[in-house]
Protein backbone atom coordinates (compact mmCIF):
# COMPACT_ATOMS: atom_id res chain seq x y z
CA UNK A 1 0.00 0.00 0.00
CA UNK A 2 1.39 3.38 -1.44
CA UNK A 3 1.37 6.09 1.73
CA UNK A 4 -0.27 8.13 0.01
CA UNK A 5 -3.18 7.64 -2.73
CA UNK A 6 -4.69 9.88 -5.04
CA UNK A 7 -7.05 8.83 -7.87
CA UNK A 8 -5.24 10.10 -11.12
CA UNK A 9 -7.81 10.81 -12.65
CA UNK A 10 -8.62 12.75 -15.42
CA UNK A 11 -11.73 14.27 -14.07
CA UNK A 12 -12.93 16.64 -16.59
CA UNK A 13 -16.11 19.25 -15.06
CA UNK A 14 -18.16 21.86 -16.35
CA UNK A 15 -17.78 25.58 -15.63
CA UNK A 16 -19.21 26.28 -12.34
CA UNK A 17 -19.26 22.93 -11.00
CA UNK A 18 -18.38 21.88 -7.93
CA UNK A 19 -15.12 19.79 -7.71
CA UNK A 20 -13.82 17.57 -5.15
CA UNK A 21 -10.53 16.30 -4.81
CA UNK A 22 -9.65 13.39 -2.17
CA UNK A 23 -6.42 11.60 -0.91
CA UNK A 24 -5.85 8.79 1.41
CA UNK A 25 -3.03 8.36 3.63
CA UNK A 26 -1.76 5.48 5.78
CA UNK A 27 0.84 6.78 7.99
CA UNK A 28 -1.16 8.02 11.39
CA UNK A 29 1.49 10.14 12.06
CA UNK A 30 0.91 12.87 9.53
CA UNK A 31 -0.24 16.26 10.89
CA UNK A 32 1.06 18.70 8.37
CA UNK A 33 -1.70 18.28 5.07
CA UNK A 34 -1.03 20.65 1.73
CA UNK A 35 -2.45 21.01 -1.70
CA UNK A 36 -0.76 22.21 -4.31
CA UNK A 37 -1.46 22.89 -7.85
CA UNK A 38 0.53 22.57 -10.83
CA UNK A 39 -0.09 24.04 -14.62
CA UNK A 40 1.11 21.90 -17.24
CA UNK A 41 5.36 22.15 -17.54
CA UNK A 42 5.37 24.14 -14.68
CA UNK A 43 6.13 23.26 -10.82
CA UNK A 44 4.05 22.97 -7.79
CA UNK A 45 2.74 26.19 -6.13
CA UNK A 46 0.72 25.88 -2.65
CA UNK A 47 -2.73 26.16 -2.44
CA UNK A 48 -3.66 25.46 1.12
CA UNK A 49 -2.38 23.91 4.08
CA UNK A 50 -3.79 22.77 7.28
CA UNK A 51 -2.52 21.31 10.48
CA UNK A 52 -3.86 18.48 12.27
CA UNK A 53 -7.85 18.30 11.59
CA UNK A 54 -10.52 20.69 10.37
CA UNK A 55 -11.16 22.46 7.53
CA UNK A 56 -9.71 25.24 5.91
CA UNK A 57 -11.19 28.00 3.50
CA UNK A 58 -9.78 30.31 1.40
CA UNK A 59 -11.92 32.06 -1.72
CA UNK A 60 -13.28 29.55 -3.73
CA UNK A 61 -11.25 26.72 -2.13
CA UNK A 62 -12.17 24.57 0.93
CA UNK A 63 -9.34 22.16 2.32
CA UNK A 64 -11.08 19.03 5.11
CA UNK A 65 -9.17 17.02 6.99
CA UNK A 66 -10.19 14.02 8.93
CA UNK A 67 -7.56 11.81 10.78
CA UNK A 68 -9.84 9.19 11.87
CA UNK A 69 -10.67 8.17 8.85
CA UNK A 70 -7.17 9.49 7.19
CA UNK A 71 -8.64 11.16 4.47
CA UNK A 72 -8.27 14.43 3.10
CA UNK A 73 -10.03 16.56 0.57
CA UNK A 74 -9.90 19.94 -1.30
CA UNK A 75 -13.36 21.42 -2.69
CA UNK A 76 -13.55 23.66 -5.57
CA UNK A 77 -16.35 26.04 -5.93
CA UNK A 78 -17.97 27.55 -9.22
CA UNK A 79 -14.49 26.18 -11.19
CA UNK A 80 -13.40 28.16 -13.83
CA UNK A 81 -11.34 26.54 -17.08
CA UNK A 82 -8.33 28.32 -15.13
CA UNK A 83 -8.29 25.71 -12.31
CA UNK A 84 -7.50 23.16 -14.93
CA UNK A 85 -4.42 21.80 -13.72
CA UNK A 86 -2.59 18.59 -11.61
CA UNK A 87 -3.34 18.90 -8.23
CA UNK A 88 -1.00 17.07 -5.61
CA UNK A 89 -1.93 16.55 -2.12
CA UNK A 90 1.18 16.32 -0.19
CA UNK A 91 1.56 15.87 3.99
CA UNK A 92 4.53 15.44 6.52
CA UNK A 93 4.86 14.26 9.87
CA UNK A 94 6.95 17.31 10.69
CA UNK A 95 6.77 20.82 9.20
CA UNK A 96 9.71 20.01 7.37
CA UNK A 97 10.29 19.93 3.79
CA UNK A 98 12.13 16.82 3.31
CA UNK A 99 9.78 14.77 4.88
CA UNK A 100 7.03 16.21 2.31
CA UNK A 101 5.13 12.63 0.92
CA UNK A 102 3.41 13.51 -2.02
CA UNK A 103 0.35 12.13 -4.00
CA UNK A 104 0.58 11.16 -7.69
CA UNK A 105 -1.79 13.96 -8.67
CA UNK A 106 -5.37 14.65 -9.87
CA UNK A 107 -5.93 16.02 -13.62
CA UNK A 108 -8.24 18.41 -13.78
CA UNK A 109 -10.05 19.40 -17.05
CA UNK A 110 -13.00 22.43 -15.88
CA UNK A 111 -14.96 22.69 -19.69
CA UNK A 112 -16.14 26.27 -20.97
CA UNK B 1 12.00 39.05 -6.75
CA UNK B 2 12.81 36.38 -9.42
CA UNK B 3 11.27 33.12 -8.39
CA UNK B 4 13.04 30.27 -8.12
CA UNK B 5 14.90 29.41 -11.28
CA UNK B 6 16.06 25.95 -13.18
CA UNK B 7 18.22 25.52 -15.82
CA UNK B 8 17.99 23.79 -18.32
CA UNK B 9 14.35 23.51 -18.43
CA UNK B 10 14.79 20.59 -20.99
CA UNK B 11 17.95 18.46 -21.48
CA UNK B 12 18.17 15.25 -23.70
CA UNK B 13 21.13 12.77 -22.71
CA UNK B 14 22.05 9.68 -24.28
CA UNK B 15 22.95 6.37 -22.05
CA UNK B 16 25.84 7.04 -19.96
CA UNK B 17 26.27 10.53 -20.40
CA UNK B 18 26.28 13.06 -17.43
CA UNK B 19 23.25 15.46 -16.59
CA UNK B 20 23.91 18.36 -14.59
CA UNK B 21 20.76 19.93 -13.75
CA UNK B 22 21.01 23.78 -11.86
CA UNK B 23 18.80 25.45 -9.70
CA UNK B 24 19.07 29.11 -8.32
CA UNK B 25 16.89 29.91 -5.06
CA UNK B 26 14.58 32.80 -4.65
CA UNK B 27 17.15 35.23 -3.47
CA UNK B 28 17.27 35.04 0.42
CA UNK B 29 16.77 31.86 0.22
CA UNK B 30 19.72 29.24 1.44
CA UNK B 31 17.79 26.26 1.90
CA UNK B 32 17.06 24.08 -1.18
CA UNK B 33 15.48 20.81 -1.95
CA UNK B 34 15.86 18.32 -4.87
CA UNK B 35 12.79 16.51 -6.06
CA UNK B 36 12.19 13.38 -8.79
CA UNK B 37 8.66 13.28 -10.41
CA UNK B 38 8.70 10.32 -12.84
CA UNK B 39 5.27 10.06 -15.06
CA UNK B 40 2.02 9.09 -13.29
CA UNK B 41 3.81 9.51 -9.80
CA UNK B 42 4.45 11.91 -7.06
CA UNK B 43 6.96 13.82 -6.22
CA UNK B 44 9.73 11.80 -4.22
CA UNK B 45 12.45 13.83 -2.17
CA UNK B 46 15.79 13.60 -3.35
CA UNK B 47 18.30 15.78 -1.16
CA UNK B 48 17.83 18.92 1.39
CA UNK B 49 20.96 21.56 1.24
CA UNK B 50 21.96 24.33 2.57
CA UNK B 51 25.20 26.51 1.31
CA UNK B 52 27.89 24.03 1.31
CA UNK B 53 26.16 21.28 3.56
CA UNK B 54 23.84 18.57 2.70
CA UNK B 55 22.13 17.90 5.70
CA UNK B 56 19.54 15.16 4.24
CA UNK B 57 20.10 12.63 1.45
CA UNK B 58 18.15 10.20 2.36
CA UNK B 59 16.23 9.99 -0.88
CA UNK B 60 18.79 9.72 -3.04
CA UNK B 61 19.99 6.67 -4.77
CA UNK B 62 23.56 5.20 -3.08
CA UNK B 63 25.27 5.28 -6.86
CA UNK B 64 25.36 8.36 -9.94
CA UNK B 65 23.40 10.99 -8.39
CA UNK B 66 25.19 13.57 -6.49
CA UNK B 67 24.08 17.23 -5.46
CA UNK B 68 25.65 20.08 -3.97
CA UNK B 69 25.18 23.58 -3.25
CA UNK B 70 28.45 25.69 -3.13
CA UNK B 71 28.70 29.07 -1.59
CA UNK B 72 28.47 31.23 -4.71
CA UNK B 73 26.59 29.64 -7.30
CA UNK B 74 23.46 27.22 -8.06
CA UNK B 75 22.77 24.23 -6.91
CA UNK B 76 23.78 21.39 -8.63
CA UNK B 77 22.51 17.88 -9.14
CA UNK B 78 24.62 15.75 -10.92
CA UNK B 79 23.69 11.95 -12.36
CA UNK B 80 26.49 10.44 -13.83
CA UNK B 81 26.06 7.46 -16.36
CA UNK B 82 22.84 8.30 -17.19
CA UNK B 83 20.05 5.21 -17.98
CA UNK B 84 16.04 5.63 -19.39
CA UNK B 85 15.16 5.36 -15.77
CA UNK B 86 16.90 8.54 -14.55
CA UNK B 87 13.98 10.10 -17.22
CA UNK B 88 12.03 12.07 -15.05
CA UNK B 89 10.99 16.04 -14.04
CA UNK B 90 13.14 17.29 -11.69
CA UNK B 91 11.97 19.94 -9.62
CA UNK B 92 13.99 22.56 -6.51
CA UNK B 93 12.39 24.00 -4.54
CA UNK B 94 13.77 26.69 -1.76
CA UNK B 95 13.26 28.09 1.30
CA UNK B 96 14.81 30.84 3.75
CA UNK B 97 14.49 28.50 6.77
CA UNK B 98 14.24 25.01 6.76
CA UNK B 99 10.68 24.77 8.65
CA UNK B 100 7.59 25.97 6.63
CA UNK B 101 5.16 24.76 4.41
CA UNK B 102 4.51 28.47 3.50
CA UNK B 103 7.42 29.43 2.66
CA UNK B 104 9.10 26.76 -0.17
CA UNK B 105 8.48 27.43 -3.33
CA UNK B 106 9.28 25.24 -6.01
CA UNK B 107 11.03 26.44 -9.37
CA UNK B 108 9.18 25.27 -12.84
CA UNK B 109 11.88 22.12 -13.54
CA UNK B 110 13.88 20.59 -16.02
CA UNK B 111 12.65 17.37 -17.80
CA UNK B 112 15.25 15.11 -18.33
CA UNK B 113 15.64 12.36 -21.27
CA UNK B 114 17.50 9.66 -21.59
CA UNK B 115 17.70 8.11 -25.29
Known amino acids: QKEVEQDPGPLSVPEGAIVSLNCTYSNSAFQYFMWYRQYSRKGPELLMY????GNKEDGRFTAQVDKSSKYISLFIRDSQPSDSATYLCAMSVGNYGQNFVFGPGTRLSVLP | NAGVMQNPRHLVRRRGQEARLRCSPM?????VYWYRQLPEEGLKFMVY????????ESGMPKERFSAEFPKEGPSILRIQQVVRGDSAAYFC?????????????FGPGTRLLVL
Open chain 2, 27 to 31: KGHSH
Open chain 1, 50 to 53: TYSS
Open chain 2, 49 to 56: LQKENIID
Open chain 2, 93 to 105: ASSPQPQGVETQY
